[in-house]
């Protein structure tokens, strides 16, 4: 999880900014409660991966946007501003520091089909199969979500000792004028846990994620803006 440390250092605007211009620059993002009745806990893909069913960190993350502040070629199809967002969300510089991270110590002819360059990852489509910067992997796409599986690499298909899935929504409410976007993640040990129940990330560990997670929300709701 250093590297996540490393991260929110270097890209909140530059590693100078005060942690108040980081907050009032995220306060539009939102945690609320993630039940364990969601549904990403009861797909066939979770249980597979976590066939102990081992403790979890787990949040949701949401973001509303006025869909008068959206680009509206955006709304002409459904599934087109999941995509979007999902773009803006690896491309943008919320991921910039952990994509160059990770293409120094992984990019190599056996992850050459990989998406590592931002140009790569702004314009992707995000179908099932598609593997992220050899740390993601897409695994269920919907017009409203996609959820990739994280943790490791793809290239690791069976139970890991780390893993998760990360997804990644936008649901348009014309009834409120609004889009709602979403960032649910899901961590666990898929093999068996000596961890007394607890859940796999150490308090500290999961408050830097929630911070990295609102970079992420923001980089991903400035790909869809007007």
């Known amino acids: 999880m250093g590297l996540i440390r490393r991260a929110l250092k270097l890209t909140t605007l530059g590693g100078t900014a005060t942690l108040g211009a980081f907050f009032f620059a995220t306060r539009n993002s939102t945690f609320v409660p ?9 797909t066939p893909g979770y249980q597979t991966l976590n066939p102990h069913n081992n403790p979890t960190s787990h949040d949701l993350c949401i973001r509303r946007v006025r869909l008068a502040d959206i680009n509206p070629s955006l709304l002409e199809k459904k599934g087109k501003l999941t995509e979007a967002f999902c773009a803006g ?12 991270y990770l293409s120094k110590k992984y990019e190599s002819p056996a992850t050459a089909t990989d998406l590592w360059t931002r140009e790569q990852l702004r314009s992707a489509h ?7 910067t050899d740390h993601f992997e897409v695994v269920e796409k919907t017009p409203e979500r996609i959820v990739v599986r994280c943790g490791d690499s793809p290239r690791q298909t069976g139970v890991r000792d ?10 348009v409410k014309p009834e409120e004028g609004v889009a ?16 007394a129940g607890g859940p796999p990330m150490p308090a500290h560990v999961f408050w830097l994620h929630k911070q990295y997670t609102k970079l992420w ?10």
């Open 89 to 100: 969300v690896w491309s943008g510089w919320g991921y910039a520091y952990q994509r160059r």
């Open 162 to 171: 780390s893993d998760g899935l990360f997804e990644i929504s936008a649901v």
């Open 34 to 42: 993630l039940p364990t009745t969601d549904p990403i806990f009861h």
């Open 126 to 132: 995000y179908e099932v199969g598609t593997r992220i």
């Open 217 to 226: 929300m923001e980089t991903g709701v400035w790909n869809v803006l007007r």
């Open 180 to 195: 709602e976007f979403g960032l649910k993640s899901v961590f666990f040990k898929g093999t068996p846990s000596d961890n």
